[in-house]
């Protein structure tokens, strides 16, 4: 996987029949409101990245928009289905892979247990298995154990069992915050090319700002106390992206700047100039 | 404890929320003891049991009650007692030493492995018959066997304890050169403690239930003896009253020793793994 | 800890048996020369107690006995090991009740079933069942409230994992909860063990004219020195090939655990880093 691999726009339609709607989303724990009147729209085929600062809410977010947890009050809806609960529709990677992959399965085990729930028979499941771990790149270590395997190998594995499971929607959450910088690269682009291949949607929550801007087609970026949607915005940089060459575009920078700007003061929100309405 | 009714920052409706589930749990614990004593007297009454199996719990109160009152009980309770203190107490200065010893020489810890394996899976009760063939059913047979079972799970700890000591802070005091003593009473020890405590703790239990195990077997006086005569008498209630007694004895002992665990550890705040 | 850094030669290995062994060795050979030719009627000959033990097995008598009682602890084991997993299960999953509960169950834990043994004998007899039912209950307790600490154990995300990917509930609990307490469930089930040897042996010496336990206490009382000494040695010896057993049965059983990488104990990394990379 070379860094300076251009990744081209997605060639194959979208899987999402629908889109992914949050309406008026708001989180309260006891008396502290966490989300506020959140409002946000994934279509289908998207990449949208959710950016703000630490603690900010955006993990609970997250389990909102996956079923995990019930707002307060607002909707999450996928079509005309209520996210309640979590759906057949809808995968999730989490951030810390050493909590999310179980130790005593075996990688491709940990990769094929959701369809063990469905029903289905071994050996397919092992097929299914090996296939998703082949488009991560670790379909040598299928028969090893997580805590085997590095910290961005682990994450992968993470990946591939969110593929197995067939969702058209992903979501994922500060994904790649648990490895280091060189992974982070790598596994940003294996995003970007499964989701051009496979044609998936998806919602990532992240804390880097160059993160959000490479990956997206555009970053929400919410903020405050509470929480709540400081600003939309489209991200033009061209549907091929490059991890040297995109990062060193001036759009990239402006798109950056403006961000981090809204992030550090929510008052903010990016000038006539930068904005691209 | 007053539930504020005038709810007028929320942080006093936060602070009532938690007091309201806190009584909730409280009552729910309540609930379920008040339950089982319920569901015991109802089984105990109901014969579907043998009386001299399960007395119902009104009648276990009333024994106990009066038990109380009787020098011969107390007397019970100071053996078992006694006997349970005594033995620890040998226990560890047998055992402390040893376990220091292996936990601080790997070839001694190899050793006598197999020894304390085969110590710590024996069931030192069983030496009973054998030991009351030497000394009869007296003090020291119960002592004997008391400090053989707590002496190998004591070992065990304190060899854990010894041997946790990081390989960092091992290699630090050997480049200083520091000597021997100075690193056992400093390093080694303190390091140790911790799970001698434990250890300490574990062995409490352990003795007083071997005394009672050994007055049981061998009519030793104390406890044990009281409960198996009273059920030789009939009196089961009584019987069951001496169980009660002798698993609150344990109870209390073992909270007295984690509390002096915990107080001794209070001392030591550079132990944080 | 030397250990960690030693090289796993062939020579590494044998000086390491060695030093297992030599001091066992020792003490046996100093115990068959000290007590040759004994006539203390207290200790004989160390080679009389053997013979009487070959003699044991060969009538039958002493095989009988440990039948018995092994018949015995493996019941009222396996019966504790069974309710007290799947209670244990049970109420890890469910806070709300395991909070409730938990001042009955810790008063409960501290109780001496050994002291049951009279109670439990004198009212229902010498027979084998009230002795199995003393060994499952003194073996209960300890698997039941380590299975339920182990459940707790398990890291939340892992049971939010399984809840985002739809995994029905009782998949979760054969191929993640029982999985995750495992390890615990093991700690309690060998606490179990030594309790149930225990409690076999106060049973039958107590009230019995069956096992392992009756046959040391009858020799004893009838001054059969070298049988009461053969008995304890055959005790002694099923007691701790039991847990090597039982050892082995973990160490197959939990291999995954033991050698992931832990996140305490200094010396227990060095072990595991030294048994992955060799």
Not at chain 2, 217 to 241: E, K, M, R, V, Y
Not at chain 2, 252 to 263: F, K, N, S
Not at chain 3, 132 to 148: D, F, M, Q, R, Y
Not at chain 3, 209 to 231: C, D, K, N, V
Request: proline share 5%.
């Amino acid at each position: 996987m070379s860094l300076a691999e251009t990744i081209a726009a997605p060639e194959v339609p979208p899987r999402a029949q629908d889109a992914l709607t949050v309406e008026g989303l708001t989180k309260t724990f006891g008396d502290r409101r966490v989300l506020e009147g959140l409002d946000l729209v994934v279509q289908p085929g998207e990449f949208v990245c959710i950016v703000g600062p630490s603690g900010a809410g955006k993990t609970t977010l997250l389990r909102c928009l996956s079923g995990l947890m019930p707002p307060t009050s607002g909707t999450v809806s996928y079509g005309d289905t209520r996210v309640n609960r979590p759906l057949a529709e809808i995968a999730v990677v989490f951030q810390d892979y050493r909590g999310s992959l179980m130790p005593w399965m075996r990688v491709w085990d940990n990769v094929a247990f959701p369809l063990q729930s469905r029903g289905m028979p071994k050996a397919e499941r092992r097929a299914r298995a090996l296939r998703a771990l082949e488009s991560v790149g670790l379909a040598d270590v299928a028969d090893q154990y997580p805590w085997q395997l590095s910290g961005g190998m682990q994450q992968r594995v993470a990946i591939a069992r969110a593929l197995a499971y067939d969702a058209p929607i992903l979501l994922m959450d500060e994904p790649f915050g648990s490895v280091d910088a060189q992974t982070r690269f790598e596994l940003e682009d294996l995003i970007l090319r499964l989701r051009a291949e496979l044609g998936l949607t998806i919602a990532l929550v992240t804390h880097d700002i160059d993160e959000a801007v490479y990956l997206s087609d555009r970053v929400v970026v919410v903020a405050g106390r509470p929480t709540r949607v400081i600003d939309d915005v489209a991200i033009d940089l061209g549907s091929a992206r490059e991890q040297i060459a995109t990062k060193a575009t001036p759009r990239f920078g402006q798109l950056r700047s403006r961000v981090m700007r809204e992030i550090i003061d929510p008052r903010y929100r990016g000038s006539q100039e930068e904005r691209n309405d | 404890m007053t539930l504020s009714v005038t709810l007028r920052r929320t942080g006093e409706a936060r602070r009532a929320g938690s007091e309201r589930s806190k009584l909730s749990r409280v009552a729910a614990q309540i609930g379920v003891i008040a339950g089982a004593i319920i569901l015991w007297e109802v089984i105990a009454r109901s014969g579907v049991l043998p009386a001299s199996l399960l007395p119902p719990f009104s009648e276990v109160v009333v024994a106990l009650v009066s038990l109380l009152g009787q020098a011969s009980f107390w007397g019970d309770v100071g053996a078992t007692l006694g006997g349970a203190m005594l033995g620890l107490v040998t226990s560890a200065v047998i055992a402390i030493p040893i376990g220091l010893l292996a936990g601080l020489s790997p070839f001694v810890e190899r050793s006598t492995r197999i020894l304390v394996d085969i110590g710590r899976s024996f069931p030192s009760i069983a030496l009973l018959p054998v030991i009351i063939l030497f000394y009869g059913t007296t003090l020291p047979t119960k002592l004997i066997v008391i400090v053989l079972a707590c002496s190998f799970p004591l070992i065990v700890q304190t060899i854990y304890g010894a041997r946790g000591i990081e390989e960092s802070i091992i290699e630090t005091a050997r480049s200083y050169r520091i000597r021997f003593r100075l690193y056992f009473l400093r390093v080694a020890l303190p390091t140790a403690t911790p799970s001698i405590m434990t250890g300490l703790r574990l062995a409490t239990t352990v003795a007083v239930l071997v005394a009672v195990g050994a007055e049981v077997i061998g009519g030793l006086p104390g406890i044990g003896q009281g409960l198996a005569q009273a059920q030789l008498d009939g009196a089961s209630a009584t019987a069951f009253a001496y169980f009660v007694v002798a698993g609150t004895l344990g109870f209390v002992v073992t909270r007295l020793a984690e509390l002096l665990e915990a107080r001794f550890l209070r001392w030591r705040p550079s132990d944080n793994d | 800890m030397t250990d960690a850094h030693a090289p796993v030669t062939a020579s590494a290995r044998i000086g390491r048996v060695v030093t297992l062994l030599w001091l066992p060795v020792v003490l046996l050979i100093a115990v068959f020369w000290l007590t040759a030719g004994s006539t203390n009627i207290y200790f004989p000959p160390a080679t009389t107690v053997v013979s009487t033990i070959v003699d044991g097995f060969a009538d039958g008598e002493l095989g009988a006995a440990l039948g018995y009682s092994m018949t015995n602890f493996a019941l009222g084991f396996f019966i504790a090991g069974i309710v007290g997993i799947a209670g244990g299960l049970f109420l890890g999953e469910r806070p709300a009740i395991r909070g409730a509960f938990e001042p009955m169950l810790n008063f409960v834990r501290a109780l001496p079933f050994v002291a049951l043994v009279p109670i439990f004998i004198i009212a229902l007899g010498i027979s084998a069942a009230p002795k199995i039912a003393l060994i499952a209950l003194g073996c209960l307790w300890p698997v039941l409230l380590n299975t339920t600490d182990g459940v707790r154990a398990i890291s939340p995300s892992i049971l939010e994992t399984s809840r985002s990917y739809r995994v029905g509930s009782a998949l979760r609990l054969r191929r993640v909860t029982l999985m995750g307490a495992l390890p615990q469930i093991f700690a309690g089930l060998r606490v179990a063990l030594s309790v149930g040897i225990v409690m076999v042996v106060v049973s039958e010496m107590y009230g019995s004219t069956e096992g392992i336990g009756y046959y040391i206490l009858f020799s004893a009382q009838r001054f059969a020195i070298a049988e009461t000494w053969a008995g304890t040695f055959v005790l002694a010896a099923v007691g701790y090939l039991l847990n090597v057993v039982f050892v082995w049965i973990e160490h197959l059983t939990l291999g995954w655990y033991e050698r992931r990488a832990p996140r305490v104990r200094g010396t227990r990394t060095a072990r595991s880093a030294q048994k992955v990379l060799a």
